[in-house]
């Protein structure tokens, strides 16, 4: 009997942002088959790739392999506007598209009016706004949840009345709320021509599709979007996205089992930073956190948004190796500590006078608890080998480890995908 394949998962495990695209390319020729499994546009992977930077929003990052199949899967939102734009780009760029990328038809579609929602719905919060990113993201989920959203597969058949439908459901809505003062013409104008495009693609059962290779002992490399602490389920609620982000969405985003789930690869920045609202108790609010910022471009590849930054914080990251059940940690981002004369890492939290190790059920309010470790002061973006890291960032990489429980096999010290160390 054929042995199985399996499939792997690259998962961000705090707050996003962490470097997937990169990781999903350098990993690539190790798979047959790639796939997203949650998420929509509001998740920029960015991949600089033989010069040239890339953002993609929709489309796996194994896309510039040309002898892989890519796949969107179910657990996916579209904007089809955004989706022919972005596959445009990379078609322009002399990357083929049609065969390669198959959809899920059990994908949910991200309307005009559900980005419309998404700006009502934040502005009648008033100061409690979640920060989102406006894409429509979050309606979309919800119609999805309520069993009146439209799916890839409802373009192949009767369409128009499907979409008037819902259209006209969100009108309502919007006229409740008193949130008239939009127009969306050209830009539903330009959705409808994201529709017609979407059509040239292959629109599959893509869990159907995925399953057979696992079957025929090909390997699918299930690609993450944000983090888990923006996980619907078991991040910082409600400020998080409106998807499963974990390893639990991967079964659940590509239609496959438990038992078909190998290695979960955790990736985390040597630092932490967050975009838009809520708790991050290792914010930082000086010199410091502006510095981190700065070195690593800490602007979202979607929004353009300042993200907040801070130290590594391990309370988090215990939690997300726990809940996603990590076999692996990436470490992305090491060369932007180069130069700090202390490196601080947050152990625990308190608040209130009592010391948490676990992560509480609220963490708006807690205090991070910090160890210090000494810098490297030294560049480790020319360096090629673990054999030529300084002592002191060894010593960073042993704690981390000691700490977490779980290896750290692979180390990101710089933009370009040759500028991974694996150990």
Same mark, same amino acid.
């Given at each position: 009997?054929?042995? @199985?394949?399996?499939?792997?998962?690259?998962?961000?495990?705090?707050?996003?942002?962490?470097?997937?695209?990169? !990781?999903?390319?350098?990993?690539?020729?190790?798979?047959?088959?790639?796939?997203?499994?949650?998420?929509?546009?509001?998740?920029?992977?960015?991949?600089?790739?033989?010069?040239?930077?890339?953002?993609? +929003?929709?489309?796996?990052?194994?896309?510039?392999?040309?002898?892989?199949?890519? *796949?969107?899967?179910?657990?996916?939102? *579209?904007?089809?506007?955004?989706?022919?734009?972005?596959?445009?780009?990379?078609?322009?760029?002399?990357?083929?598209?049609?065969? %390669?990328?198959?959809?899920?038809?059990? &994908?949910?579609?991200?309307?005009?009016?559900?980005?419309?929602?998404?700006?009502?719905?934040?502005?009648?919060?008033?100061?409690?706004?979640?920060?989102?990113?406006?894409?429509?993201?979050?309606?979309?989920?919800?119609?999805?949840?309520?069993?009146?959203?439209?799916? !890839?597969?409802?373009?192949? $058949?009767?369409?128009?009345?499907?979409?008037?439908?819902?259209?006209?459901?969100?009108?309502?809505?919007?006229?409740?709320?008193?949130?008239?003062?939009?127009?969306?013409? $050209?830009?539903?104008?330009?959705?409808?021509?994201?529709v017609e495009y979407m059509r040239q693609? @292959?629109?599959?059962?893509?869990?159907?599709?995925?399953?057979?290779?696992? =079957?025929?002992?090909?390997?699918?490399?299930? #690609?993450?979007?944000?983090?888990?602490?923006?996980?619907?389920?078991?991040?910082?609620?409600?400020?998080?996205?409106?998807?499963?982000?974990?390893?639990?969405?991967?079964?659940?985003?590509?239609?496959?089992?438990?038992?078909?789930?190998?290695? !979960?690869?955790?990736?985390?920045?040597?630092?932490?930073?967050?975009?838009? /609202?809520?708790?991050?108790?290792?914010?930082?609010?000086?010199?410091?956190?502006? +510095?981190?910022? #700065?070195?690593?471009?800490?602007?979202?590849?979607?929004?353009?948004?300042n993200r907040r930054c801070g130290w590594?914080?391990?309370? &988090?990251? +215990?939690?997300? *190796?726990?809940?996603?059940? !990590?076999? =692996?940690?990436?470490?992305?981002?090491?060369?932007?500590?180069?130069?700090?004369?202390?490196?601080? &890492?947050?152990?625990?939290?308190? %608040?209130?006078? =009592?010391?948490?190790?676990?992560?509480?059920?609220?963490?708006?309010?807690?205090?991070?608890?910090?160890?210090?470790?000494?810098?490297?002061? #030294?560049?480790?973006?020319?360096?090629?080998?673990?054999? @030529?890291?300084? =002592?002191?960032?060894?010593?960073?990489?042993?704690?981390?480890?000691?700490?977490?429980?779980?290896? *750290?096999?692979?180390? /990101?010290?710089?933009?370009?995908?040759?500028?991974?160390?694996?150990?």
């Amino acid at each position: 009997m054929k042995q @199985q394949g399996k499939v792997d998962a690259l998962l961000g495990i705090v707050f996003g942002d962490e470097g997937k695209g990169k !990781v999903v390319d350098v990993f690539t020729p190790r798979y047959d088959i790639v796939a997203r499994f949650a998420g929509g546009p509001n998740a920029g992977h960015t991949i600089i790739f033989e010069g040239k930077k890339f953002v993609l +929003r929709s489309i796996p990052s194994g896309i510039f392999d040309p002898g892989k199949l890519n *796949i969107i899967g179910n657990g996916c939102v *579209i904007a089809p506007d955004l989706f022919m734009a972005e596959a445009m780009e990379l078609e322009s760029a002399g990357y083929e598209l049609r065969n %390669r990328l198959h959809i899920s038809k059990r &994908a949910h579609l991200i309307l005009p009016t559900h980005r419309v929602l998404d700006r009502a719905y934040e502005a009648a919060k008033g100061k409690n706004k979640v920060g989102t990113t406006g894409k429509g993201i979050g309606p979309t989920y919800s119609d999805k949840a309520s069993r009146t959203g439209l799916r !890839v597969g409802d373009i192949l $058949e009767d369409f128009p009345t499907k979409y008037a439908a819902l259209k006209a459901r969100h009108e309502q809505i919007l006229r409740d709320l008193h949130y008239t003062d939009y127009d969306i013409t $050209e830009e539903e104008q330009r959705w409808l021509q994201g529709v017609e495009y979407m059509r040239q693609f @292959q629109l599959t059962d893509t869990e159907i599709e995925i399953n057979k290779a696992l =079957q025929e002992g090909k390997n699918v490399l299930a #690609e993450g979007a944000q983090g888990t602490m923006l996980d619907i389920d078991h991040g910082t609620y409600p400020f998080v996205s409106s998807s499963s982000t974990t390893t639990g969405g991967v079964c659940t985003g590509l239609g496959v089992g438990p038992n078909k789930i190998g290695e !979960v690869y955790g990736i985390f920045k040597a630092y932490s930073t967050r975009v838009g /609202s809520g708790p991050f108790p290792v914010e930082l609010f000086d010199e410091t956190g502006d +510095r981190i910022r #700065e070195i690593g471009h800490e602007y979202g590849a979607v929004t353009g948004r300042n993200r907040r930054c801070g130290w590594v914080d391990l309370v &988090a990251l +215990r939690y997300a *190796i726990m809940i996603n059940g !990590v076999t =692996q940690l990436i470490m992305m981002k090491s060369d932007v500590l180069d130069g700090f004369e202390t490196i601080r &890492a947050c152990v625990a939290y308190e %608040r209130d006078g =009592q010391v948490m190790h676990d992560m509480p059920f609220e963490t708006e309010g807690c205090k991070a608890v910090y160890r210090d470790l000494p810098g490297w002061k #030294e560049d480790l973006s020319s360096m090629t080998s673990e054999e @030529q890291f300084p =002592q002191a960032f060894r010593d960073y990489i042993h704690f981390l480890e000691e700490e977490l429980q779980t290896p *750290i096999t692979i180390l /990101s010290v710089g933009p370009d995908r040759a500028q991974t160390i694996v150990r």
